[in-house]
């Protein structure tokens, strides 16, 4: 849901807020194509060169009942001509297709904002459906909002009748119509989205036709009809951007690209074993389609079966990597273990979700950092990286299997919902800036010797024997071990020095990884907001906003959860208070206090939905008074 695609500078965080940005959301029934009416305005707002990032948020329920407030689906977008950094607090238009729509979202909807309703879905039935016992277009309950309330349904199907679709086909097209009038408000292209729905209604041209008819007669709605001077036609400019190649990702395909990037600079194949959970399996559904690279793929038939053909795969010479969400990984566990027993380079993904058990599948927190911390039985540390927008998956990614390769370790990389679902623009990197890192398989030394699959070099690594190397035939399992030669050995000493040597290697890395730098303002002061994940967003530009407000406030946001970066401890050191803004019950503020013995305080949001930029601004406010 956010979009950092770069720090703000100390100039533009003392600038005046920019006000050349709409946030708009659509709003439906999950039948009413409102992702994809959101995904294809995304589209539009690309090539129009705005800067942007989007907050989709939709139902749990495969198919809540048509019409009720529990099958709700909405897609907001913020964009504008300066840097955007979250979805926005408040949208300034909203869309709701039927009632059920308007009641779940109406009061997000800014004070004199635009409301669009469609008169055509608030029948007696639906209203009874979505809780009202009147039609609250009818009086004044929506004064204080600019509402425009025409029939969409009756001109989608006017406007598409020539095709000779049933009832229920043609107002499929509505979600079409709705989006070339949101086109023409924003001085927005169709043609993008007439070849994309040529494309993807190929099979079909009647549909295709129908679709484009809906969209054209939307646009021309706009452009034509007398609908008052609440609406008008806005250009919002280009945003700045350095030179280059752009594209607008999700984090789930940024996630991809990154992984595979990380196996191409460790010259390594690359195989996937996951299983489909919300809302993880996006980022299988992309490496299935990039088999060009030395990708392999695999659904496997459960979690246990996932991560274990990944160990599998590391141990015969690839890169396995595994992904779930916080119930998956939490089934994952025991094979985590072996991993790290067997200290095989592996990279588990982790896109949180909301609550214990099944919990909130759709909505977001950042809940699972004590399950990657600390979550495992037995001592078993491993590295743990933190990505805070879908660009920035990228390079965690890449990182994750720098790591993993190096050191010989699992590592865990947590994104979450938030993150694989929305999108952003993301400047295409230079491949000729990524150092390579490539893996040396362990060969047979000349002479006589002894097989030492469990010596260490200076990271505290093993040696990575591929199976079938002439002469390097050896034992390895989930089993204790005796220190290099990697025999069974249940004795004390042999279990406290592999334990103590398990947690150094992975000590190590904190020699690897860069120093701890600010994301906005001094090195010390007053206070400071400590964040991890996709809380970047909100946190930065509250803090800018507090800062040219004359506040004395930072911001410091963690990639390297575990381990932290060798600095932190004294940049923390440096500011008389610590506020730790996360969306779960205070997991960071822990491990901060746990490993630093500083007084971190807790910012915390369990509702499943992301901070709102004046939450963490009202929370600095009270925190400095």
């Known amino acids: 849901m956010v979009a950092a695609t770069h720090n703000l500078t100390e100039e533009e965080a003392l600038a005046v807020d920019q006000p050349m940005a709409v946030v708009v959301r659509f709003a439906g029934d999950s039948g009413d194509g409102m992702q994809l009416t959101g995904g294809q305005f995304t589209l539009s707002t690309a090539l129009a060169g705005n800067d942007l990032a989007t907050f989709p948020d939709f139902p749990a329920e495969i198919r809540a009942p048509q019409g009720t407030t529990f099958g709700v689906s909405a897609f907001q977008i913020n964009f504008g001509s300066a840097s955007i950094e979250t979805a926005g607090d408040q949208p300034d238009v909203l869309v709701a297709m039927n009632p059920a729509a308007l009641k779940v979202n ?184 990039l088999k060009e690279y030395g990708i392999t793929t695999f659904q496997a038939e459960d979690e246990i079966a996932a991560i274990c053909s990944a160990i599998g795969a590391s141990y015969a010479g690839s890169l396995g990597v595994t992904s779930s969400s916080g119930p998956g990984i939490a089934l994952k566990t025991e094979a985590i273990g072996l991993a790290v027993m067997t200290e095989m380079p592996l990279v588990i993904v982790n896109s949180q979700r909301g609550g214990p058990s099944t919990g909130l599948p759709t909505k977001t927190e950042q809940s699972d950092l004590y399950q990657a911390v600390y979550g495992r039985n037995g001592d078993t540390p491993l590295p743990v990286l933190a990505a805070r927008s879908p660009a920035d998956a990228f390079e965690c990614a890449i990182e994750a299997c720098r790591i993993a390769t190096r050191y010989m370790t699992p590592v ?149 959860l575990a381990p932290l970066p060798k600095n932190l401890g004294d940049l923390l050191r440096g500011f008389d208070k610590i506020l730790v803004p996360e969306m779960n019950a205070g997991q960071l503020k822990t491990v901060l206090r746990d490993q630093f013995l500083v007084d971190a305080r807790p910012l915390n949001k369990v509702s499943g939905q992301p901070f709102r930029i004046v939450e963490i601004e009202a929370a600095i406010v009270e925190a400095l008074a």
């Open 106 to 289: 109406v009061n997000d909807l800014r004070d004199g904002g635009l409301l669009i309703v469609d008169t055509g879905s608030f029948t007696k039935r639906n209203l009874d459906k979505a809780g009202y016992d009147h039609n609250p277009l009818e009086g004044d309950e929506l004064a204080k909002w600019k509402v425009l309330a025409f029939d969409i349904s009756a001109m989608t199907l006017e406007s598409v009748k020539e095709f000779g679709l049933s009832n229920k086909e043609a107002l499929r097209s509505k979600n079409m119509w709705t989006l070339g009038l949101a086109l023409w408000m924003f001085d927005r292209k169709r043609q993008p989205i007439v070849e994309w729905l040529k494309s993807k209604f190929a099979k079909k041209p009647e549909i295709a036709e129908a679709n484009i008819a809906a969209l054209n007669a939307g646009h021309a709605y706009g452009e034509t009809a007398e609908i008052g001077g609440q609406v008008g036609q806005r250009h919002i400019d280009p945003a700045p951007a350095e030179p280059g190649l752009y594209r607008t990702v999700t984090g789930a395909e940024s996630l991809a690209l990154g992984l595979v990037a990380g196996a191409q600079l460790a010259d390594l194949p690359m195989f996937f074993g996951g299983y489909p959970i919300t809302p993880a399996s996006a980022l299988l559904h992309h490496l299935s389609r």
């Open 412 to 560: 865990m990389l947590l994104t979450d919902g938030y993150i694989a679902n929305a999108a952003e623009p993301w400047k295409v990197p230079d491949w000729e800036s990524y150092e390579p890192f490539p893996v040396e398989f362990a060969t047979a030394p000349v002479g006589d010797f002894t097989v030492l699959p469990y010596e260490r070099n200076a990271d505290g690594s093993r040696p990575w024997i591929k199976p079938g190397t002439p002469g390097l035939e050896h034992r390895i399992g989930g089993i204790e071990k005796r220190p290099g030669t990697g025999d069974i050995d249940y004795s004390p000493g042999a279990h406290a020095q592999m334990t103590a040597e398990r947690f150094a290697k992975v000590a190590n890395v904190a020699d690897t990884i860069p120093d701890q730098e600010m994301s906005l303002g001094g090195e010390s002061g007053e206070l400071v907001l400590v964040g991890w994940g996709s809380t970047f967003g909100p946190i930065h530009q509250a803090v800018r906003r507090a800062r040219a407000k004359g506040m004395d406030v930072s911001h410091l946001h963690i990639r390297h």
